[in-house]
Each structure stands twice: as C-alpha cells, then as structure tokens.
C-alpha cells in the first residue's frame, strides 16, 4: 500500500488539483494531517473532494475554527477573517463533515498521522528542539505532522531529534533503527519560501518517504481570494511561499 501524504490544503483547489495530477499512479490511499480549510476561497471543492476520497483526516486548528468549534479570539485578524468568511460559506454537509474530524494522533498502516504533535494538536513543531520530546509520545517509529507549513522532518538518531535533510531528488531511504516525524508541507499555502505546491508519497513496505513539490496555477488560486473579499494579504503570500 502507497500512500499521498497531504497537508494544510487551505481550501486551495489549484494547489490540490496540481498535487493529484502530478502524483497520479504513485499511491492507493490518501491521508490527511489536518487544515482542509479556512485561507483560501474554495473551502466546498475541497471538502467535497476530500469527504470522496481521502480514508482519513485529522482536524486541524483552522477546522475547529472555520466551523464554529473554537474561539476566533486567539486568532490574528486575517486568520479571523478568513474562518469567518468560511463558516459562512460552508455547506452545512460540508460544516458538519469537517466538526467531526478527529483529533490526532491516528494510526494509519503502522503510522500514525497528526496536526501538531501527539500531546497537543496545535503545537508548532518546527525546531529539532521542539521535536525531540515529542519523539517519546509517538506509538510508530512513522509519524506524519503539518501545521507549520514546512515540508521537512526530523529524525530521532542516538537518542537525539535531528533536522531531516531533503536531498535533491526528494527521496529518503527511512533507516529501521531511527524514528521519524515527517511533513508534507503544505498544499495550498506552503511557508517554506517555495510556493510550489508540496506532498508526500509513502510507500511503508519499501521503507521509502518521496518529498515532491508541484506548481500551480497560483493566479487563479488568488484572483478567487480577491474576488471572495478575503484579506488581500492571502492572495499575495501565496505567490512567494510564505
Ligand atoms: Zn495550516
């Protein structure tokens, strides 16, 4: 079984539609770690195409929030705006779809498949330092996180958390005696300085992590931010990744 690692589309249809293209025939099974929603203008596509094909999905904070679960208040005022123009725009199919999202950690196929960390769902995990205790909760030496919208990973190596490095071809040949906490980065607003599109294809029994990045059609992913009324600044960040 091959697996489409996905992350924090952000109801940016281009951005998923380009990543399905270019990873078609790779995988079985899609998996989701969270953020279906909120950012970007085509929260129903999305969530339409994920309730269709994806075998599991864990909430993240932007779900909670567009769908009424948490307090905006702890939201910074574009990220308000956003799941406010959100909540409203959802089908109420769709709202209760994504309301009932699980909270991660799940177990997939000897993996498990998270939004922030094991001990907290929104927890930004983005340093070896803030990797290395969360490597002790992990119930699979695989784990699979989002949230940052950083395509990377860390690796737990001689009893220390250390920074994944991504070769050039993307490909990672995961070593039996080390743990690996792993993420696909972001499909519909990558902050990593790439505005590519990004995933991951996983194929457990070969022990193989494939990292790719895929463009887009990021003006038409933009001009419907502009033409939705949503803060100008998402539409701006996505042409540069950040
Ligand atoms: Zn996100």
Not at 22 to 43: E, Q, T
Not at 56 to 67: I, S, Y
Not at 205 to 229: C, L
Request: with cysteine.
């Amino acid at each position: 079984m091959r697996y489409l690692i996905l992350s924090d589309i952000h109801a940016n249809w281009e951005g998923l539609a380009a990543v399905l293209e270019s990873a078609a025939g790779l995988y079985d099974r899609i998996v989701c770690c969270g953020d279906l929603i909120g950012y970007g203008a085509d929260p129903n596509p999305v969530v339409d195409w994920t309730r269709a094909n994806i075998a599991m999905v864990v909430r993240g904070n932007h779900d909670r929030a567009c769908t009424g679960l948490d307090d905006l208040e702890w939201f910074n005022p574009v990220a308000r705006a956003a799941a406010t123009w959100t909540l409203q725009a959802l089908g109420p199919e769709n709202a209760d779809y994504v309301r009932a999202l699980p909270k991660g950690p799940l177990m997939a196929g000897g993996f498990a498949l998270m939004h922030g960390s094991p001990m907290d769902e929104d927890q930004y995990v983005v340093e070896a330092r803030d990797a290395a205790p969360v490597f002790s909760y992990l119930e699979a030496p695989v784990a699979f996180f989002g949230h940052t919208h950083l395509q990377g990973g860390f690796v737990w190596i001689r009893q220390r958390a250390r920074l994944l490095r991504i070769p050039a071809d993307g490909l990672v040949e995961l070593d039996p005696e080390c743990a690996y906490l792993l993420n696909p980065g972001s499909v519909g607003q990558p902050r990593d300085g790439d505005p590519r599109a990004a995933y991951i294809v996983y194929n457990p029994e070969e022990r193989i992590v494939q990292f790719h990045r895929v463009p887009y059609d990021v003006a038409t992913a933009q001009n419907k931010i502009r033409r939705a009324g949503l803060p100008q600044v998402l539409a701006d960040r996505l042409a540069v990744g950040r």
